[in-house]
């Protein structure tokens, strides 16, 4: 007798079906990485996904996946709202394979349809109705759905970050707020600056001074959200030489300024 096995161990994993409201623009800062998978549906409004030096514009229709483990930050605009089914999934299993590839932070154009809006909202209310076979019906419809999704999704190698760049971001992130060059930067890891620089591009995709910019303006913004600081004490405190130069990064990063970043949070509170 010839006989053919194939086994997969899959984890139980976690589900969390959302549905999101929001008015005019919204900021969302995962600095520290996120614990979960997540795809979105954009019924209303747009966004800009920012990671890892590169900016994806999802509009309005557009389904988004973001891996979990990622650092990344949303920046929403809305006509006048925004609206949006999410649903997260930990732990991800399903997002790597024995291969080392991995699904990174992406638009599924193919799928950016009105037909995953609504397999969306059906999974949503088969979830709220609290019933077990509603809940497991909804199992069964997103796990069809993740199935379709893989296969037009991209697919890249996990790299991971080597010692030298574990030991520069360590020390950027603890040190953002102070003002250094990249040959501190590379003094400290013991090697040349130029390689600090190499490494940057290869691991991440950005220069260092790139990721310095990108760590002040996470927390500049946080700054901005959660304080009545001024914007010359933000930009102090967030280790920029000047207000002038924090204005033209921040607006390099999300497209306006932070007086008018704040302007609109203040619009938005009503």
């Not at 069809?144 to 010692?163: I, L």
């Amino acid at each position: 007798m010839i006989s053919q096995r194939y086994s997969k161990t899959m984890c139980m994993v976690e589900i969390c079906v959302e549905h999101a409201h929001q008015k005019n623009t919204h900021v969302f800062d995962a600095t520290a990485g996120k614990v979960n998978s997540s795809f979105g549906y954009i019924l209303k409004g747009s966004t800009l996904l920012c990671s890892l030096g590169k900016t994806i514009e999802a509009p309005q229709g557009s389904l988004i996946y973001i891996p979990d483990g990622v650092r990344y930050r949303s920046m929403w605009t809305g006509n006048p709202e925004i609206e949006q089914y999410c649903i997260h999934m930990s732990p991800n299993k399903l997002s790597r394979d024995t291969s080392g590839l991995y699904y990174p932070i992406q638009v599924v154009k193919e799928l950016s349809t009105p037909q995953t809006g609504r397999i969306f909202e059906e999974i949503y209310r088969l979830f709220s109705t609290g019933d077990r076979i509603d809940r497991l019906e909804a199992l069964a419809l997103y796990f069809q759905f993740y199935a379709e999704a893989a296969k037009h999704m991209e697919q890249q190698p996990q790299v991971g970050y080597n010692a030298i760049v574990a030991d520069a971001i360590a020390y950027i992130d603890e040190n953002y707020m102070n003002a250094f060059s990249i040959q501190d930067l590379a003094d400290r890891c013991h090697v040349s600056a130029s390689h600090v620089y190499h490494l940057f591009k290869k691991t991440l995709g950005m220069t260092p001074t790139q990721y310095i910019n990108e760590i002040r303006i996470e927390k500049a913004a946080s700054k901005i959200r959660h304080s009545d600081m001024t914007l010359d004490e933000i930009a102090l405190i967030t280790g920029f030489s000047s207000t002038s130069y924090f204005r033209e990064v921040f607006k390099a990063h999300t497209g306006i300024t932070p007086a008018q970043y704040r302007a609109n949070l203040a619009a938005e509170k009503g």
